[in-house]
């Protein structure tokens, strides 16, 4: 279809427009310029500044941002009755706006001050105009922008920014007449209301009503990519001099077009924290001494060059770029001779790699980011995507405005609910009994995608059969949820085409995940939503990189790209490459590692960038593993709780620091810069691997850069085959890809699945109860989570100010009915128990939790959630039950 059918005259230019857009839509895409404040790019158009006055074909005065264009249209923008009209509006906004451009952080850049000069207006068209400029105080309240309302225009773009962008709904038009303002709910200061401080109404303002704190402008900017969760939103970050200043969204970028949550926009902090490591640390008589680099190196590698193959376990970082990972699998596995190299996936997505690749043969992302807006239907299970992954949660609410269907399921009532069709709030642990209850309704009422089932899936009767003892009446009795609901649930997700599943680590950190995981890839074959836009299911990954990592083989079962280590041809291919021999058995699992370590069968131990001390479960038993190895060393940049137990602490360099490449959710490949040299003398993570396997003889780890290492990841791992650092220079590429001439695979499964014989696989299932559940002792089921201000343990996060400011410390959340019950108010220290320690966090009495069930963030040591949790694994994945366990509540 040609989409620039229309074609229209604009003083007189003939300009070609696409239908179903504006006069300054059309205008403003063809570089003429129409006088504008009200109207801001995705939002609805408002038409209250009266600045974009154009003339139609009639001569009547029409606002340009309102207004469809039509073909043969006839429009003149600029001339002396028009003007006049622009006039007046721009002089009565500058009458009452306390003009101090030279100081004002938003001179230069500012639409009044354009506006002001398109018009010619000067000093004295004002003077009979000029009013008392209003007394507002400035709320300079949220540490990361000030809001002054002596310089609002009342465009109302920050609130519908907030409003229809976000769903937020933080700040509206408040008061009347002349003392309307853009004000908070009962007027407070914006920190203490629901502003999630993302800054898009900062960067939407057109004046200097909101501005963001730091007013120094970068010298440059370097493109990269945003170092916190899985969504992989393009920034920018500004520099000046050594120094990272800001960061600001990429615009032009498909992943986040420009959006930011209050993380990726303020976070950055960390990059020049004066508490970086910058020093190779040697721990002697348990005091940290600061050595030179070949000192560390050197007694690294004699360390090392004692410890026997089986006796070596190497955790990699899903923070760090994936050429840090892929020279933590090859020296794990080409110098040390083992496959005992795991990353943080296994706490977190390994019941998705081994659930999603027993079902469709890919244990990814099926589809993109960019796809959710266009589904008709959205079953959003086990993820609070508003507050772990922020710009997929914006994605979601795009849908809903695009009138998708929404299905939550959740124990919680979490902030997503607000703007679902219908919520599901199941008792933890539950999703196996609720998701087969759901589609034995949709088998029973016939909406199976019959021809898909019969053309591309196996072990459909199987399945069917293992559906019987799912009536409702017994789902309703295990997830404690509504039988009309499920039903509901089951009929609008199995009729709204298209339709995807989106979730996260609610479904995969239980004793059962990759079952759980196993149900959402049965419901997505039963109804046809694979391989096709919109559609799949779809894991959101917590961390930047944990996908990367995985991508990278840094898992104890296989090679980069997902090659088994026991196919004997996999093994010789990576032998020849690596020009060494290498082992077929699988390795140890992280819990295993860890317990292997207990029992004195790992002796060295060399993790990099991760905090399990903080982030396992069962913290005391992870130190005691910890401390009973002979050898422990931690690459990092900040002084961990982990690091601190180390014997040598290496220190590596933030993502601002290096170049290499992230792998978001939808498995994008993306390039990440260096924008300043590395903080002191810590060094790239791939580099400081290399140069311990040079200490120990190893010849392949000579990389000139890494670019060079990526190189090597296309020659070894196919499915990277056709990527290079040239090629995603400016748009990253979604493996699979196999050489030059792919362009990637945003949609996997489109013809099918990457299954043995290429068909889809029914699993049947029967649900089994958590590992641990409430009981008179420890009568509250305490599940966990994220929250938007933080970062997993917050090593990086923790030494931003202002996030620590908006949220300083973990709280157990609990509804008003279990607060009384325990004779507690909001903000009083509690004691919190469970079969395995104490931990005495505050209380935040809330109504996004139910009677019975609590939770906790897991960010901070000081309050050490993990203390609580149960580290019962999913026998599978190993992937520890974070999400249940009982617990109790004593006022202290
Ligand atoms: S908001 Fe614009 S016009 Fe107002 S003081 Fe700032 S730069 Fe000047
Ligand atoms: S910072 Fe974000 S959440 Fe807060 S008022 Fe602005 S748009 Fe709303
Ligand atoms: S934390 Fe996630 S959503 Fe927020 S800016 Fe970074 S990548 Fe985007």
């Given at each position: 279809m040609n989409e620039n059918k229309i074609t229209l005259k604009i003083d007189g230019l003939e300009v070609n427009a696409k239908e179903g857009s504006t006069i300054l839509e059309t205008a403003l895409s063809n570089n003429i310029y129409i006088p504008n404040l009200c109207y801001y790019p995705g939002l609805e158009p408002w038409g209250s500044c009266r600045l974009c006055m154009v003339e139609n074909d009639d001569g009547r005065l029409v606002t340009a941002c309102e207004t469809l264009v039509n073909d043969g249209m006839n429009i003149v923008t600029d001339n002396v009755r028009i003007n006049r009209v622009r006039k007046l509006s721009a002089e009565l906004l500058i009458a009452n706006h306390e003009v101090d451009c030279l100081t004002c952080r938003k001179n230069d850049n500012c639409k009044l001050q354009e506006i002001s000069s398109y018009l010619g207006i000067n000093k004295d068209d004002l003077g009979s105009l000029r009013r008392q400029i209003n007394n507002i105080s400035m709320d300079d309240s949220n540490p990361f922008f000030d809001r002054d309302l002596k310089k609002c225009i009342l465009c109302g773009i920050c609130v519908r920014t907030c409003n229809e962008l976000l769903g937020v709904k933080a700040i509206d038009f408040g008061f009347r007449g002349y003392d309307t303002k853009i004000t908070t709910f009962g007027d407070r200061p914006l920190v203490d209301s629901s502003c999630v401080s993302c800054g898009e109404c900062v960067v939407a303002c057109p004046v200097g009503a909101l501005v963001h704190k730091e007013a120094l402008k970068p010298a440059r900017e370097v493109k990269t990519v945003c170092p916190f969760c899985g969504v992989g939103c393009n920034i920018y970050l500004g520099v000046r001099g050594d120094q990272v200043i800001s960061a600001r969204g990429d615009v032009q970028n498909s992943v986040n077009k420009g959006n930011l949550c209050v993380k990726g926009r303020y976070g950055f902090k960390f990059i020049n924290h004066p508490n970086r490591l910058t020093k190779p640390l040697i721990k002697r008589n348990n005091v940290f001494e600061e050595v030179e680099w070949d000192e560390a190196l050197d007694y690294v590698a004699r360390k090392l060059s004692e410890i026997k193959s089986e006796e070596f376990a190497a955790i990699s970082s899903a923070r760090c770029p994936n050429e840090d990972n892929y020279a933590v699998q090859k020296f794990t596995r080409a110098v040390m001779g083992t496959n005992n190299v795991d990353n943080c996936a296994r706490s977190c997505h390994a019941p998705s790699v081994a659930g999603l690749a027993k079902i469709f043969g890919s244990g990814a992302m099926s589809n993109s980011i960019d796809e959710i807006k266009d589904s008709a239907c959205l079953f959003v299970i086990g993820t609070n995507p508003t507050a772990s992954y922020p710009v997929i949660g914006l994605r979601i609410v795009e849908a809903v405005k695009n009138g998708a269907k929404l299905i939550v399921v959740d124990p919680r009532n979490i902030d997503i609910c607000k703007h679902a069709d219908i919520v599901l709030n199941q008792i933890p642990g539950t999703d196996v009994a609720l998701l087969m209850g759901m589609m034995k309704i949709i088998v029973d009422e016939d909406l199976t995608d019959e021809k898909f089932i019969e053309e591309r899936c196996d072990n459909y009767n199987d399945f069917k059969e293992s559906l019987k003892e799912y009536d409702l009446k017994t789902v309703e009795s295990i997830t404690g949820v509504n039988k009309e609901l499920i039903v509901k649930a089951a009929k609008l997700y199995a009729s709204t085409k298209p339709a995807s599943i989106l979730y996260s680590l609610g479904i995969t950190e239980h004793t059962h995940g990759t079952e759980n995981v196993f149900a959402l890839g049965n419901l997505a074959l039963l109804t046809g939503n694979m391989g096709k836009p919109s559609t799949g299911v779809n894991p959101i990954r917590g961390q930047n990189n944990v996908q990367g990592a995985c991508d990278m083989g840094c898992l104890p079962d296989v090679f980069p790209g997902y090659q088994k280590v026991e196919d004997p041809e996999t093994i010789h291919r990576f032998e020849k490459a690596y020009n060494v021999e290498l082992t077929s058995s699988k390795g140890l699992m992280f819990p295993e590692m860890l317990e292997a370590a207990l029992k004195g069968d790992v002796k060295a131990m060399y993790i990099v960038g991760e905090n399990p001390v903080t982030s396992e479960p069962d913290t005391d038993n992870i130190k005691k593993s910890l401390r009973n190895l002979d050898f422990l060393i931690v690459q990092d940049i900040f002084m961990s709780e982990t690091a601190m137990m180390a014997d040598v602490v290496l220190p590596g360099c933030s993502f601002a620091e290096k170049d290499g490449t992230f792998a978001n959710s939808e498995r994008r490949v993306q390039r990440v810069r260096k924008?300043?040299?590395?903080?002191?003398?810590?060094?790239p993570d791939w580099l400081i691997t290399c140069q311990i396997a040079q200490k120990m003889g190893a010849e392949g780890f000579e990389f000139k850069d890494a670019s060079d290492m990526y190189n090597e990841i296309a020659e070894v791992a196919p499915i990277f085959g056709g990527i290079n650092y040239n090629r995603i220079d400016e748009v990253g590429i979604q493996w699979p890809c196999m050489d030059e001439h792919d362009k990637g695979t945003p949609i996997l499964h489109t013809q099918t699945f990457k299954t043995e014989n290429g068909r889809g696989r029914f699993i049947p299932l029967k649900y089994r109860p958590s590992a641990e559940l409430p009981d008179k002792e420890y009568p509250l089921l305490l599940t966990t989570g994220r929250s938007i201000y933080h970062y997993q343990t917050s090593t990086m996060t923790g030494a931003v100010e202002g996030l620590k400011t908006l949220y300083g410390e973990d709280y157990i959340d609990m509804c008003q009915e279990d607060a009384s019950k325990i004779g507690v108010m909001n903000d009083e220290k509690v004691k919190v128990i469970s079969r395995r320690g104490e931990i005495k966090p505050k209380v935040r009495i809330t109504e996004t939790c139910f009677s019975g069930v609590v939770f906790m963030t897991f960010h901070f040591s000081e309050s050490a959630t993990n203390i609580l949790t149960n580290s019962a694994l999913d026998p599978i994945s190993k992937t520890p039950e974070f999400k249940v366990c009982a617990v109790r509540v004593e006022k202290i």
């Open positions: 924008a300043i040299e590395p903080v002191g003398e810590s060094k």
